[in-house]
Each structure stands twice: as C-alpha cells, then as structure tokens.
C-alpha cells in the first residue's frame, strides 16, 4: 500500500499575528517571532513525519524571493508584488496529487475558501496552534516512555523534561 504524504503550507505571518507568544515576541523583533515558529514548525515536522513549508510576504520588498531550509522546514520568502496567499496557492496548484494530503494553516477566511477549492485542507491558526501544542505533549511523553527520564541516577535523570526536549530537537537536526 503506497502511503499519502501530509503536507502542511504555513502563513508564517498570519500565525505571527494570531499566536498571543509570536505577537509578543514580534514586538520585541519580527526575526525572533520567526524564528520561535520555526523552532516549534521543526519540531513537528521531526516528530511528525510531515513536510512543512513556511512562506513569509515579502510582497514589498523588491527582489525575487528567497527559499531555503533551516531546521529541515522549508522556508519560502515572496517575490516582489507576490503575496504569502498567492504563494501558498501556486505551491498548493504545484504539490498537489493523489499521494499528498495538503494542510494550508491560515486565519485569512478568504485564502482558506480559495485553497479549498483547489483540494487543499484548511488549518485556523488556533487549529494549528492545538496541533503544535499536542505534539510537543506527545513528544514529552515519548521521552519519558522511551526512558530518557529514567529513575537511575543518570545525566538525563537530573535534566527537566524541557531541557531533554531541547536534546531531542538537537538530536535530531
């Protein structure tokens, strides 16, 4: 049996917006909101399995765009007089057959009908947010059934259980 690949395509600034801890962190500067989603967006996708794109408007910004990885996330910056939505919509129109299931996480009611309408599934950011928050839940308890918080006197024994979250994710990168 051949297995569907999930996708998720992601407003980074409409999250940024939307999550009360990126707001905040956008207020002390936009590159550390950014960067928190994307520590949280690598996360899931290690613990997930799925393909994670995240796409940022650079709409005014003159230049032909930019993608990259970082974290193993996919990384797209707009092209110049590009929207994220309109992105997000070629990406969608581009990615999309029988073996992807393809999530689009935005807030914008207007972006979630088009994206729809092209097959995709739609994410609110509190959607997301709920599915970020259960799988660092989830990766929490697999540490501790896994034993890497053991009884032994042991280095990861001392370690809280963020810290070892914080192994986790180094290991793997």
């Not at 980074?12 to 939307?18: R, S, T």
């Not at 290690?46 to 994670?52: D, E, P, Y």
């Not at 650079?58 to 990259?68: C, D, E, M, R, T």
Request: aromatic share 6%; with cysteine.
């Amino acid at each position: 049996m051949v297995e569907v690949q999930n996708v998720l395509l992601v407003d980074g600034y409409n999250m940024i917006g939307a999550w009360p801890e990126l707001s905040g962190l956008a207020k002390i500067g936009m590159q550390e909101a950014r960067d928190r989603l994307l520590e949280r967006l690598a996360d899931f996708q290690a613990f997930s399995g799925w393909k994670v794109i995240a796409v940022f408007d650079a709409y005014q910004v003159p230049g032909l765009g930019k993608s990259f990885k970082q974290r193993k996330v996919q990384i797209f910056f707009t092209k110049e007089k590009e929207t994220a939505d309109e992105c997000i919509e070629r990406l969608v129109g581009e990615m999309s057959n029988r073996l992807r299931r393809i999530y689009v996480a935005t807030s914008d009611m207007i972006e979630q009908h088009v994206i729809f309408g092209q097959g995709a599934l739609r994410l609110s950011a509190r959607d997301l947010e709920t599915m970020l928050v259960q799988n660092e839940r989830e990766l929490k308890e697999k540490i501790v059934e896994d034993g890497l918080i053991s009884k032994r006197n042991t280095v990861a024994g001392k370690l809280s259980p963020e810290t070892l979250m914080e192994l986790e994710r180094l290991r793997r990168q």
